[in-house]
């Protein structure tokens, strides 16, 4: 069983930044993709960014080149760097790890872009 942690979400100007962190219970890279959702009321959760166990990284196409995946294999911790953020980005940021048809979540951290 894998658990999940998000934290560093909050509420930030229109064009602000925030970092989000994903811990993992132990080592999990190796074997799994980490990727962060994005999710607002009444909709469903749209991917937002992976980085695989081999390191690949893809985006949405909605944060290319505003949002940067990291992660971080001593602290067990996925990072989501969230920069020129837009009210749209507003939501619940989701972090999952996934091998296959295995996935887990955690229980999300609340993003508000507003002024």
């Known amino acids: 069983q894998v658990q999940l942690v998000e934290s560093g979400g909050g509420l930030v100007q229109p064009g602000g930044s925030l970092r989000l962190s994903c811990a993992a219970s132990?080592?999990?890279?190796?074997?799994?993709?980490m990727n962060w959702y994005h999710q607002t009321p009444g909709k469903q959760r749209d991917w937002v960014a992976t980085?695989?166990?081999?390191?690949?990284?893809g985006y949405a196409d909605s944060v290319k080149g505003r949002f940067t995946i990291s992660r971080d294999e001593a602290k067990n911790t996925v990072y989501l760097q969230m920069t020129s953020l837009r009210p749209e980005d507003t939501g619940v940021y989701y972090c999952?790890?996934?091998?296959?048809?295995?996935?887990?979540w955690g229980q999300g951290t609340q993003v508000t872009v507003s002024s």
């Open positions: 999952n790890a996934r091998e296959a048809l295995i996935g887990y």
């Open positions: 132990g080592s999990i890279f190796s074997r799994y993709a």
């Open positions: 980085i695989t166990s081999g390191g690949t990284i």
